[in-house]
Nanobody, 115 residues
Framework: QVQLVESGGDLVQPGGSLRLSCAAS????????MGWHRQAPGKQRELVAR???????NYADSVKGRFTISRDNAKNTVYLQMNSLKPEDTAVYYC?????????WGQGTQVTVAS
């Protein structure tokens, strides 16, 4: 069982920045494929970014060049640095971990981009 706890969501003005964190349990964190997803009201959950155990990353087209996913295996934590935020980035952001053929989810953290 892997437990995930997100933090860092907030209200931010357009053009601003936020860094989300996701702390994971377990001794095999370095093997987890970690992801950030988001779900806006009335929309389906979508993948924002993913980072594999070797550090390979991929991003949704809508966030390329603005968001950066990274991981600190010593801290069992994955981050999502979000820059140049737009109102359309407003959503609940969820952390996920793929490990041993199972997918685990955090409870989500709210990001609101508004003036």
């Amino acid at each position: 069982q892997v437990q995930l706890v997100e933090s860092g969501g907030d209200l931010v003005q357009p053009g601003g920045s936020l860094r989300l964190s996701c702390a994971a349990s377990g001794s095999m964190f370095s093997s987890y494929i970690m992801g950030w997803h988001r779900q806006a009201p009335g929309k389906q959950r979508e993948l924002v970014a993913r980072i594999r155990s070797g550090g390979t990353t991929n991003y949704a087209d809508s966030v390329k060049g603005r968001f950066t996913i990274s991981r600190d295996n010593a801290k069992n934590t994955v981050y999502l640095q979000m820059n140049s935020l737009k109102p359309e980035d407003t959503a609940v952001y969820y952390c996920s971990a793929d490990f041993s053929l199972r997918e685990y989810w955090g409870q989500g953290t709210q990001v609101t981009v508004a003036s």
